[in-house]
């Protein structure tokens, strides 16, 4: 059982790296368009640092979405989905395999640049590490939900449309808690409550969306 | 409805020639054999047992190879080979880079399969019949784009796995020298309906 989950980790990281230039799309992504909020805003840090929460968790979801339509579809297109899904091993587990190399090369490197696209928006010194404890909880969520979406909408040839108008209202939760975890740490309130909302949701999509995915694969494979 | 009134029955060493028109539901068949499609009606019987009982260990015993037959492009023939081998558990001491070579890739095991030929992935995906236990195969048309040579060595290796007692299901156009083969023909009765000439619904028994 545990075979098959480490077998795909290992072999989706290292085809992750081979793919690499691919694979720094979000992350590039993510960078440019916040380079280019005070461009076109304002460079007035106090200005700035009023929306740097709000832009910062738009931002990050939106890299996140821009990549989770890829994490079926090579498997889709080359015939090893329906290897994976005849292999006599629960789908649900190498699903969660898949799952956690889609966060661990685009949201764990999102988070991790996130504190310095922070800097660049002047946000104040109270938010920085509710960023990062939002964002690596809030992107293993959109990487969990996403892959719901992304599993549906796989043997669709423009499923990329569908994918966001089902995915969106999904990330709206971990949008909402996320961006105001930020905002509260910086007006100054306590952020225990809104950072356990997002544990919360974490778990819940850990336990639901892998077999939500797994079944949605299978019901993609039978179109 | 695609095919109605099929019926087969395979005995170990059996090998079976799914064949027919273009479109009369030839993959179809074999991937509803794999269980990756389950039949609008009929059984899939595995050891007398309904499929839905015995899931897991008749996938133990299948190998699949379909049209798309799964490999990674960024990856080399034994990267692929060995991926293949990890996820299905196959504890076949036949080494990998023996198993490419014996199909025909020696000198392009490190090579990237997007730079191989049409042929040339053909083959690294059938390297898989070297290195498996599963007793029954399920091929997809698995001559496509491999040439003349390759052909007789691939059906030196169906007789081999068929004097082992394996059983072979394979779709194809091509016709196979090996004796004994039984033949199964899908033949299209109007449009998008296909008949078989044998009776009863469809069900499959492997033995």
Redesign the interface.
């Known amino acids: 059982m545990e075979?098959?989950f480490s077998?795909?980790l290992r072999?989706d990281l290292?085809?992750a790296f081979?793919?690499r230039a691919e694979i720094a799309n979000p992350v590039i992504f993510f960078l440019i368009v916040v380079t280019l909020i005070p461009l076109g805003l304002t460079p007035e840090s106090s200005r700035l640092a009023e929306i740097a929460p709000g832009i910062l968790w738009v931002m990050a979801l939106l890299a996140s979405l821009l990549s989770v339509e890829g994490m079926f579809q090579?498997d889709y297109?080359?015939?090893?989905?329906?290897?994976?899904?005849?292999?006599?091993?629960p789908l649900y587990l190498m699903v969660l395999a898949k799952i956690l190399v889609h966060w661990l090369v685009t949201g764990l490197p999102l988070t991790l640049l996130a504190p310095l696209l922070g800097m660049m928006l002047s946000l104040p010194e109270a938010g920085y590490i509710p960023l990062i404890l939002s964002l690596l909880m809030g992107t293993a969520v959109l990487s969990l939900v996403g892959a719901i979406g992304a599993a549906l909408t796989v043997a669709l040839r423009k499923g990329g449309l569908l994918l966001s108008l089902i995915v969106m209202p999904l990330y709206m939760p971990a949008l909402i808690f996320g961006a105001s975890t930020v905002q509260r740490a910086v007006d100054g309130f306590p952020v225990d409550g809104s950072l356990a909302v997002l544990g919360a949701l974490l778990a819940f999509s850990l336990l639901v969306s892998p077999f939500a995915t797994a079944g949605a694969l299978r019901v993609s494979?039978?179109g | 409805m695609l095919f109605s009134d099929v019926s087969v029955s395979l005995k170990l060493g059996d090998i079976l020639q799914v064949e027919g028109p273009n479109g009369c539901g030839k993959t179809t068949l074999l991937r509803i054999i794999t269980t990756a499609l389950s039949p609008s009606a009929g059984q899939l019987l595995w050891q007398g047992q309904n499929i839905s009982q015995v899931r897991q260990d008749y996938l133990h015993n299948l190998l699949f190879l379909g049209h798309l037959p799964g490999l990674k492009q960024a990856l080399s023939p034994e990267e692929n080979l060995i991926w293949w081998r990890r996820l299905n558990q196959s504890q076949v001491e036949y080494c990998n880079s023996e198993a490419l070579a014996r199909i025909g890739l020696s000198g392009y095991e490190d090579v990237p399969c997007s730079n191989l030929s049409a042929g040339q992935q053909r083959r690294a995906a059938l390297a898989r019949l070297l290195v498996t236990e599963a007793p029954l195969w399920v091929l997809d048309e698995p001559f496509t784009a491999i040439d003349k040579q390759g052909v007789s060595e691939l059906e030196s290796l169906l007789t081999e796995h068929s004097e082992r007692g394996g059983m072979i299901i394979l779709s194809t156009h091509q016709d196979l020298g090996i004796p004994g083969i039984k033949r199964l023909s899908l033949r299209q009765e109007s449009l998008g309906q296909t008949a078989l000439a044998q009776s009863s619904p469809f069900t499959v028994d492997v033995a």
């Open positions: 075979l098959g077998a795909i072999r290292l085809l081979r793919h090579s297109r080359d015939g090893t989905l329906e290897q994976m899904i005849i292999l006599p091993q494979m039978h």
